[in-house]
């Protein structure tokens, strides 16, 4: 187990995997305040939107009026995830500064997600790759279903090297792992981990858990002590892939800000600003969110409303 690291990032993905999911359509303008609100909390890094098949996703359809409308913040790298050439030339169309490419270990929930079986999506995602390079973009890659896959149960970590090569070796600059369904827990975590890890550099991982069983936390935990220090999550545990069955939220950028924080694990990150943020979605999505520090606000909130009314 290696020394817990002193520093960490958190990659904000609530405005693309967090709203993806959500059957109530958002405003462009909403959209655009919000991600404003959460580029003023000290993140350095949001994914704003998608470029897919807005049939697929109608929630990002308007993808490129939002990376318009945002203010940019110097030291923020704003990112929107690409499917293929298609949705790279719209993305290029917007002031984004990072393109997100993505494929899953698994084939079915790659089939099912992007219509297109592993070895089919490795000369689209290469082409992507190359075109966001030549426009001086930067290049996240996605892996899903790194540890189980909605389809075929367990992944072998064999199926997530094999991807993760090919992905490195044709440019992209940090690989995101992903945990799609929220079904993994700290050993399984350890073993994937484990057969990824000597064959990259640490600093170009990060890990991306979607927390349907509360295990989120846990394995990020996990994943600190094997020494990654980058980790996705989206404000208010909102989030999922609408084509990976069952799949719930990602974890909720509150509840990791407060774990690392109390872990002395500097982030840059403000609570209070996040939680401002997440009021401003609760109010829009007309729901409580679902994170451990958004409760705990309502609550404060509702017993100071008592103490003035007595
Ligand atoms: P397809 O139907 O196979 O596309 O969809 P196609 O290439 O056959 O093209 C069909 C038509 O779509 C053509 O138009 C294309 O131009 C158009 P036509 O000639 O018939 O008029 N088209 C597009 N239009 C706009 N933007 C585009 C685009 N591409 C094609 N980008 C496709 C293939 C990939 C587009 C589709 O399957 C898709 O959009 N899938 C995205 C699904 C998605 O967004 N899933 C969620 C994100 S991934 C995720 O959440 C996991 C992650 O969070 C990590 C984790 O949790 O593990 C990242
Ligand atoms: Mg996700």
């Known amino acids: 187990m290696l020394p817990l690291p002193i520093k960490a990032t958190i990659k904000e993905v609530g405005p693309r995997d967090g709203l993806q999911n959500e059957v109530h359509q958002v405003s462009t303008e909403h959209k655009t305040a919000w991600v404003n609100q959460l580029s003023e909390s000290g993140l350095s890094y949001i994914e704003v939107t998608s470029f897919v098949h807005p ?33 790279l030339e719209r993305a290029l169309q917007s002031n984004v500064d990072e393109i997100s490419v993505f494929m899953s270990a698994s084939e079915s929930h790659n089939v099912s997600n992007i219509n297109k079986t592993i070895n089919e999506t490795y000369p689209v995602v290469k082409e992507v790759i190359s075109a966001a390079k030549a426009a ?38 940090e690989l995101s792992l992903g945990e ?48 990654i220090t980058t980790f996705d999550s989206a404000l208010g545990g909102l989030g999922g892939c609408p084509y990976a069955k069952g799949a719930a939220g990602n974890v909720a950028t509150e509840d990791l800000l407060y774990m690392l924080a ?15 943020a997440g009021e401003y979605m609760e109010a829009i ?24 009314k007595r």
């Open 55 to 87: 049939k697929w996703i109608p929630q990002l359809a308007d993808g490129k009026e939002v990376l318009a409308s945002i203010n940019k913040q110097p030291g923020v790298t704003y990112a929107a995830l690409v499917p293929n050439m298609k949705g």
């Open 180 to 227: 799609t369904i929220g079904v993994a827990v700290p050993t399984q975590v350890e073993g994937m981990l484990e057969k990824i890890l000597p064959h990259f550099p640490v600093e170009q991982l990060a890990m991306h858990f979607h927390d349907t069983r509360g295990t989120a936390l846990a394995n990020i935990l996990k994943s600190l002590e094997m020494g």
């Open 136 to 173: 001086g973009k930067t290049i996240r890659g996605y892996l899903s279903t790194v540890i189980a896959c909605p389809y075929e149960g367990a992944v072998e970590p064999e199926q997530v090297l094999r991807a993760a090569d090919h992905l490195f070796s044709m440019g992209i600059d």
């Open 262 to 276: 109390e872990m002395k694990i500097e982030t840059g990150v403000q609570m209070e600003a996040l939680v401002a």
């Open 285 to 308: 999505l007309a729901k409580p969110l679902r994170s451990r520090q958004m409760e705990i606000h309502r609550q404060l909130k509702r017993g100071q409303e008592l103490e003035r």
